[in-house]
């Protein structure tokens, strides 16, 4: 799985996003990652699943609920392109996290290791932020 944590940018899937994302000009990356999460058919792979988490917490950054350990590089993105964030990113970042836990490789994977349970707590957390 290539995670050394189970916080959401504690996986090589996340970090590579990131980089994308530091690259990215506008919110459509935000907007592709998390659609292809919430689309409601086919199997969604882990990948897909770590880079929507991460495109989830940088909505909840634009929204200012950031999380704790945001990572320096988001804030700063997120700095530059707030002004401009769709409102419609929240809730597609609700229903990508509700597929991601309930039907997902990621799901899945975290559910064969020990460290299930603060996965979902993590992931909880961030829905909570992007509901509330």
Do not use: K
């Amino acid at each position: 799985m290539g995670a050394w944590g189970s916080g959401t940018f504690e996986n090589d899937d996340a970090s590579d996003w990131v980089y994308e994302l530091e690259q990215a000009s506008s919110w459509d990356l935000v907007h592709r990652t998390l659609a292809v999460a919430a689309e409601p058919t086919g199997y969604l792979e882990a990948p897909d699943c770590s880079a929507a988490l991460a495109a989830a917490e940088v909505v909840a950054a634009a929204v200012s609920r950031p999380a704790p350990d945001l990572p320096e590089e988001i804030s700063t993105w997120v700095g530059t392109h707030r002004a401009q964030v769709p409102h419609d990113l929240a809730a597609l970042s609700v229903r990508a996290i509700d597929r991601i836990t309930v039907d997902s490789e990621l799901r899945e994977l975290w559910d064969e290791t020990g460290e299930a349970n603060a996965w979902s707590a993590a992931v909880r957390a961030l829905r909570e932020r992007l509901a509330g």
